[in-house]
């Protein structure tokens, strides 16, 4: 699977929209995108996913560039709840390679 | 509906014993997945079922780790032996089987070899 690359850390306001960058330069055309998040002393928790287009749902916003080397998911309006440790991942949809690869995420914080 | 199910939540074992941890998957899923974590580091593939294919093992650490998955539905991964590096959050995870579809994961069972 193609490797993604996410910054270490970041803050965010509460009630602020919170913008986590991805890398995956090396995607191939039947690699997904997909996020989870991890609160502390709970399993990883799946967020969205996509392919090219953008994807929205209940919990977040997923925007992938035209040339799908990068995405950024959007937590529109951060609680305290949202602070977690977000993980970017690119998963291969042939059969047999579905099981997902973690890479070390970003730690968001969400501030008061 | 119930999600993915893993009992104990917590277990403490000698150094030398045999454990097992149990998984059971969110009902008609037919994709089982092992990981690990350990304190503070990424998740571990360990091991993946789907379906009746055989199982992707190429995750386990050593020949002392095993799991198996009975009629289609529960998982038991069995650690034999239990080295105090075993010491981990181990997760289960599970999906509908389609390729696409995602990962649904447990809250884990904390291991502490002692």
């Known amino acids: 699977d193609a490797k993604t690359t996410q910054p270490t850390s970041m803050d965010c306001a509460e009630g602020r929209a919170a913008n986590l960058p991805c890398n995956h330069s090396?995607?191939?055309?039947?690699?997904?995108v997909y996020w989870y998040r991890q609160i502390h002393s709970q399993g990883p928790q799946y967020i969205i996913h996509?392919?090219?287009n953008n994807e929205t749902n209940e919990m977040a916003s997923l925007i992938i560039t035209e040339d799908r080397k990068s995405s950024t998911l959007i937590l529109p309006h951060a609680t305290l709840r949202d602070t977690a440790v977000y993980y970017c991942?690119?998963?291969?949809?042939?059969?047999?390679?579905?099981?997902?690869?973690f890479g070390t995420g970003t730690r968001l914080t969400i501030i008061p | 509906g119930a999600g993915v199910s893993q009992s104990p939540s917590n277990k403490v074992t000698e150094k030398g014993k045999d454990v097992e941890l149990r998984c059971d998957p969110i009902?008609?899923?037919?994709?089982l997945y092992w990981y690990r974590q350990s304190l503070g580091q990424g998740l571990e593939f360990l091991i993946y079922?789907?379906?009746?294919?055989?199982?992707?093992k190429s995750g386990l650490p050593s020949d002392r780790f095993s799991a198996e998955r009975t009629g289609g539905s529960v998982s038991t991964l069995t650690i034999q032996r239990t080295q105090q590096e075993d010491s981990a959050v181990y997760l289960c995870?599970?999906?509908?089987?389609?390729?696409?579809?995602?990962?649904?994961f447990g809250n884990g069972t904390r291991l502490t070899v002692t």
């Open positions: 995870a599970s999906s509908s089987g389609h390729r696409t579809s995602p990962l649904h």
């Open positions: 090396t995607i191939s055309g039947n690699e997904y």
């Open positions: 996509g392919l090219k």
């Open positions: 991942i690119v998963r291969s949809s042939n059969f047999g390679n579905e099981k997902l690869t």
């Open positions: 009902s008609g899923h037919t994709a």
């Open positions: 079922f789907q379906g009746n294919s055989a199982p992707d």
